[in-house]
């Protein structure tokens, strides 16, 4: 099972004055149970790319398909895909409407169609597998902070048991520590749940921490699609899109060049600490 594109070309406004091309001659595959970060500059693609995955956006030309099925084909259910595949957007209060938090986080599954136990259920698995405090449950979504309400959208889209999770900079805005919570909380849905997680994000900190596949956007193009060990190795061409790689990367690789014989293909500073002691042992046994 997959998300799969293919040729997929994008115009805002085509045929006037302001047609500007946002996607070109994109081909990829985002597999089941994969943990994906797209990554690119604004104003880069990203955004519109993810929001073809679930066929908010319909591309200008080329084929998307969904576990081999042409979503853009008449008799395909693109309702039955926005369940399946759950986007979450930057500002999560663009998903809040209901008077309460438990009230908004069954609003799908009531639209889906479930028993009224089965959707405070589903409800109440959501809540808890983003970690929101039960007595918070009665409250305003309006009047939760940045983090709670972005716990409160994801656990909207989980409560529809997807099978695909994406994630538009889900920790922008938030404190080191709301942002670690946040992602982390991710990480366990992606481990104990099975779900594919797309994260969008500017963070490469995060990319580098969390995700399995890294995709580069800049200019509408696909330009790395790689892990991020091997999308990092390319810094120098990402400083040049506008980008940057991991502070890590950039250490180790100024080490090198000073003569250190340490590995340039780190991203983590658990393993560039480990890294840099393995070389200063070695060079203190050979004196």
């Known amino acids: 099972m997959s998300i799969k594109l293919e040729n997929v070309n994008y115009f805002y406004s085509q045929g006037t004055a302001y047609e500007k091309q946002a996607l070109k001659d994109i081909n990829l595959e985002i597999k089941k149970g994969e943990f994906v970060g797209i990554a690119g500059h604004t104003g880069s693609g990203k955004s519109t790319l993810i929001q073809h995955l679930n066929g908010l956006e319909k591309a200008t030309s080329g084929t998307i398909t969904y ?27 663009y998903q809040l409407f209901e008077a309460t938090v438990f009230e908004d986080v069954c609003f799908g599954p009531k639209n889906q169609g479930f028993s009224e136990e089965e959707v405070k259920e589903r409800a109440r698995e959501a809540l808890q597998l983003v970690g929101f405090p039960e007595e918070l449950y009665d409250k305003s979504p309006f009047q939760l902070s ?53 994260l969008v994000s500017h963070s490469m900190e995060d990319l580098a921490h969390y995700v399995d596949r890294l995709i580069v956007m800049n200019h509408g193009e696909k330009v790395f699609d790689d892990t991020p060990k091997n999308v990092f190795a390319h810094y120098k061409e990402l400083e040049w899109i506008g980008l940057s790689a991991p502070e890590v990367t950039y250490i180790m690789n100024e080490l090198k060049e000073k003569g ?8 983590h500073m658990e393993e560039a600490t480990k890294e840099i002691l393995r070389v200063l042992k070695k060079g203190g046994e050979r004196q």
Request: a negative charge; proline letters at 6%; charged letters at 30%.
């Open 67 to 93: 576990d081999g099925q042409d979503i853009y084909k008449k008799d395909f259910d693109l309702d039955s895909l926005r369940r399946k595949v759950g986007l979450t957007f930057q500002y999560p209060e």
């Open 146 to 198: 940045g983090g709670q309400k972005r716990r409160v959208a994801i656990a909207g889209v989980l409560a529809m048991n997807p099978e695909y999770l994406i994630l538009d900079e889900p920790a922008a805005g938030l404190d080191p520590i709301g942002r670690t919570e946040i992602l982390d909380q991710i990480k366990k849905l992606h481990d104990e749940k099975g779900i594919a997680v797309i």
């Open 260 to 267: 250190f014989p340490v590995r340039t293909d780190i991203i």
